[in-house]
């Protein structure tokens, strides 16, 4: 079942749509070191180049950190903070349009024994429940930035349920982007425990908060 990949037009889409109607739900695999695991995308967040405080392309400024947010989309931006945990995000929309869409939960679904072991832990419900994790969990580092997610390293397969039923939330740990840190631009899977934080406000099928 995770052979099959998102379609490349589907990350031109407008990525509130993109995030809330094709990544919700669908997986995350990785074949990294022959080692191959996934994860169902529970949690997100969007950020909007042009216009978002917590973006790091506001207000559209390109730099080496950042350039493949610039480029077209479908491909990954890996970044290191903290000067210690790798995040996984998606790149959306046409290039030149700095959008991506930031992972933040997966539910464990294949490799969960190599999840465990690059974790260094054997509860499940902690193997993926934050970027950082999911990302060390997968085996994705710096070097998977600006990797092609048509191909056969990292990709998104479809969820097999389409429409599943999200909450939308303010976003975690963007206290500095003034206005824009009450933007309910984060979106959970409803009902799912393998999120990094549970959902305190609830906001229902709302395209763009």
């Avoid at 949690?43 to 480029?71: Q, S, W």
């Avoid at 790798?86 to 679904?109: C, D, H, M, T, Y």
Wanted: proline share 3%; hydrophobic share 35%; net charge positive.
């Amino acid at each position: 079942m995770f052979e099959e990949k998102l379609d490349k037009q589907v990350y031109f889409r407008d990525p509130f749509e993109v995030a809330t109607q094709f990544l919700l739900g669908a997986y995350l695999c990785s074949n990294i070191g022959g080692r191959f695991t996934a994860g169902k995308i529970t949690e997100l967040e969007v950020y909007i180049g042009a216009e978002d405080k917590a973006c790091h392309a506001y207000p559209n400024k390109k730099t080496k950190r950042n350039a493949v947010m610039f480029e077209e989309g479908g491909q990954s931006y890996v970044f290191f903070v903290y000067g210690m945990y790798n995040q996984f995000n998606v790149v959306v929309s046409e290039k030149g349009i700095a959008n991506a869409v930031l992972i933040r939960g997966l539910e464990p679904v294949c490799g969960i024994e190599v999840m465990k072991e690059r974790r260094g832990c054997e509860k499940i419900e902690n193997l993926t429940t934050g970027p950082g994790k999911l990302c060390q969990a997968l085996g994705i580092t710096r070097e998977h930035n600006a990797v092609d997610l048509s191909g056969n390293l990292l990709w998104i397969s479809p969820g097999l349920e389409a429409n599943a039923a999200w909450t939308a939330t303010k976003r975690i740990g963007i206290d500095y982007a003034e206005e824009y840190k009450d933007k309910l631009w984060r979106f959970v899977l409803k009902n799912n425990k393998f999120v990094s934080r549970m959902p305190s406000v609830k906001k229902e099928k709302r395209r763009r908060p």
